[in-house]
Structure formats: C-alpha cells, structure tokens
C-alpha cells in the first residue's frame, strides 16, 4: 500500500546571526512559519527491510547522502525494525533555496515511517533523532510557528496570525555553507527577546533598515555572491511587491494579507517575467501553516 505524505517548506520571517560558538556553529535567532508550498513523499513499505529511493531529474547527488535516506536509516537502526520501505520523492520546494525542502522531505519520512512501522518514538526522540540530519529537521518535527534559537535546535512555539505569501526563485541555487562561511557575514546582531515581538500583528516584510523584525542578516552576503538575487528584488520591488529572502538560500517572499491579494500578485508576476529580464526562475503562491499536515503523527 502506497502513502502519500506532506512534506511543507517553512520560511524564515526574519533571521539574525548573533555569535559563533567554538566549533564553528553559529548562533541564530529567527522566526520560523510553516508553508503549504509543499514536496509529497510516497512511501512503500517492504518486507525485507531494504530501504530504497525511487530516482527523480531532481537528484544531483547520492543515495548514500540524500536526507531522506538517512532519516529512515536512522530510524531503523535506532529501534531495531526489521520492516523497509521503497521512497519516492515529487518536489515542489525549490532546491538551494533556503526553504527547508530536504530537512522537511527528512522529517516526513521520520513521521510517517514512525507511525507505519508502529515503532512508537516520541517527538522529542525524532526530534533528537532528525538534528544529526539538519539544522532545519527538529523544526519540522516540532511541528508549528516557532521562535527559533541556538543553532536551530531551540523553539518557543509562538502564534501568528494567517498571512498568504508569494515565493519567488532566481536563477541561482545557494549553498549554505558558503554564507556562512563568508567573511563579510554580520555576526553579532543584538538578540531579540520572544516578549518583543509577540503581541505584533505582523513580522512586517514591507519595512526593512532599523526594524528589528525587517531584515535577514544572510541577505548582503547572498545579494554579493549571487547578484541574481539582487536583480530578482530589485525588479519585484518595481512591480510594487516587496520582498526578503528567507534562510540561507535563494528564494524571495512578500507577505499578503489573504489569499486573493497573494494570487492576484502572483498572476501578475507569472504574466510578466517571461518578457522581462528579471532572473526570476519560478513563482508560488501559498498561504502560512498553523501546524504541521502531520502534528498529530507523533505524540508528545
């Protein structure tokens, strides 16, 4: 029998690198928000306790280093079960983006391989179990809106109000460990505190400079190495959609207040980039997710 099963981008609203640990890890605060853009991971169970990966143009890498892998991997080794399972991914999510598909493709498969396998693991223990695969996989075990801190492993869930967005791709693809591995990356941000911002109706995307919840300290040293990024916002903010970059990828978004200011944004957008020169790959229009499609997957 063949499971089909969500596998949600997440955007960061804002993000700030506020130090660097002695191992060379940094120190991040930022507010994470599930999307509905999303991957759909089928899963297959097999009797022979083999774990396989159904090929996909997407894949430019191994089996062996693929996330998806690992975490059903992981999962078998850690409770023993001698059950497998065949795993197709259909991706949506733009790669290189900075929106968490191979970490949420990841965390899927911990969720539904945990519950079909009927091997029991907590969240907090598929939480333990997804952070050796990815900085980003505990979020998406956790499951909701999420004051994120550490090195993306600490959360405070928080409540945001529903907002729509549109998400857009240049034609770049960027790899995390050049931004953070670039010298001119601002490293000492002031911290936020949780109390200074949840009672706001809005992380504001629209208002950027001194706000505190306006900007992504990634996004210079992005702009500089990928001018392409650079080029896709400024051109959006001449189609009077302002934008932010989300993690430590590629990809834009603006925030509307419904779903039909998001798709009409997005109509417009589609109907002009292919006649203009604006290093815009693709355009999503979704809206923001109270919690995981899989919450309930796991017990706490």
Known sequence: MLYDLPAPAKLNLFLHVVGRRVDGYHLLE????????????????????????????????????????????????????????HIAIRKRIPAGGGLGGGSSDAATVLLGLNRLWRTGLTRQQLMALGLPLGADVPFFLFGQSAFVTGIGEQFQPVSIPHHSYV????????????IFGAADLT????????????????????????????????????????????????????????????????????EFDSPREA??????????????????????????????????????
Request: aromatic letters at 6%; glycine letters at 6%; hydrophobic letters at 40%.
């Open 30 to 85: 930022s507010l994470f928000r599930l999307i509905s853009l999303s991957d759909a991971v089928t899963i297959d169970l097999r009797t022979d306790g083999v774990i396989s990966r159904e090929p996909c143009s997407a894949m430019t890498w191994s089996q062996a280093d693929d996330l998806a892998i690992r975490a059903a991997k992981a999962l078998q080794q850690a409770t023993g079960t001698r059950t497998g399972a």
């Open 187 to 254: 490293r000492d941000s002031e911290p936020v505190k949780i109390s200074d911002f949840s009672g706001l109706n809005r992380v504001n995307v629209r208002f950027t400079g001194s706000d505190a919840f306006g900007r992504n300290d990634l996004e210079p040293v992005v702009k500089q190495l990928f001018p392409v990024v650079s080029t896709t916002q400024q051109w959006l903010a001449t189609q009077g959609v302002l934008s932010r970059l989300t993690g430590s990828g590629a990809c834009l978004f603006s």
């Open 167 to 178: 998400v857009t791709q240049p034609t770049a693809s960027v790899p995390t460990p050049t």
């Open 263 to 300: 798709i009409f944004a997005y109509e417009q957008l589609v109907a002009k980039m292919q006649f203009e020169q604006c290093g815009l790959k693709t355009v999503h229009a979704c809206d923001g997710l109270p919690i995981h499609p899989l919450q309930n997957w796991a017990v706490d």
